[in-house]
T-cell receptor, first 115, second 112 residues
């Protein structure tokens, strides 16, 4: 079945540092890929998405590129802020061949940004 | 916030008691989902609904049932709560089949 693997956290960075959170996936067909962010005490919010190979999703300075050849969707940001501290989830939605409408989530990576 | 309200926000209950969590949405979206969030597991799908009285099981449905008698409400029931069901439960809605999920703020359930 579909699965998502994320790097374990917590990831602790200083403000203005470069961020990478790795995400790789296993899926049948042609999945869509997502990054969600969860701030303390809140539900998940969609951060960005990509629906086909080589697409780049971007939002709020975060980027991720759908790499079919390496089955990856790594999240990056050039300069993190304290306000980026949150838990980040990689997720996929299977293509028509592989289960349609349901999302499969990774285990989440906690990011802590310090001054 | 896509008009999603979960209630209660926090609940402590004893093993063996029934518990019902409610998800209410104000925008008549067709698709609704219940997930649980646990450390080391991310979010796992419990049940989902694609319309009134149309529900289906997710990957961790044992011990849970759901009902959707009207579009705006999706109820999750733990028929006899166990300590392994201590978790944070999230409701989510989807506006159309391929649109992103929108999540509520969660219900923290503790089973003692």
């Amino acid at each position: 079945g579909d699965s998502v693997t994320q790097m374990e956290g917590p990831v602790t960075l200083s403000e203005e540092a470069f961020l990478t959170i790795n995400c790789t996936y296993t899926a049948t067909g042609y999945p869509s890929l997502f990054w969600y962010v969860q701030y303390p005490g809140e539900g998940l919010q969609l951060l960005l998405k990509a629906t086909k190979a080589d697409d780049k999703g971007s939002n709020k300075g975060f980027e991720a590129t759908y790499r079919k050849e390496t089955t990856s969707f790594h999240l990056e940001k050039g300069s993190v802020q304290v306000s980026d501290s949150a838990v980040y989830f990689c997720a996929l939605r299977g293509g028509p061949e592989g289960g349609g409408n349901k999302l499969t989530f990774g285990t989440g990576t906690q990011l802590k940004v310090e001054l | 916030d896509a008009g999603i309200t979960q209630s209660p926000r926090h609940k402590v209950t004893e093993t063996g008691t029934p518990v019902t969590l409610r998800c209410h949405q104000t925008e008549n979206h067709r698709y609704m989902y219940w997930y649980r969030q646990d450390p080391g597991h991310g979010l796992r799908l419990i049940h989902y609904s694609y319309g009134v009285k149309d529900t289906d099981k997710g990957e961790v449905s044992d011990g849970y049932s759901v009902s959707r008698s009207k579009t705006e409400d999706f109820l999750l029931t733990l028929e006899s709560a166990t300590s392994s069901q201590t978790s944070v439960y999230f409701c989510a809605i989807r506006t159309e089949m391929k649109s992103p999920l929108h999540f509520g703020n969660g219900t923290r359930l503790t089973v003692t």
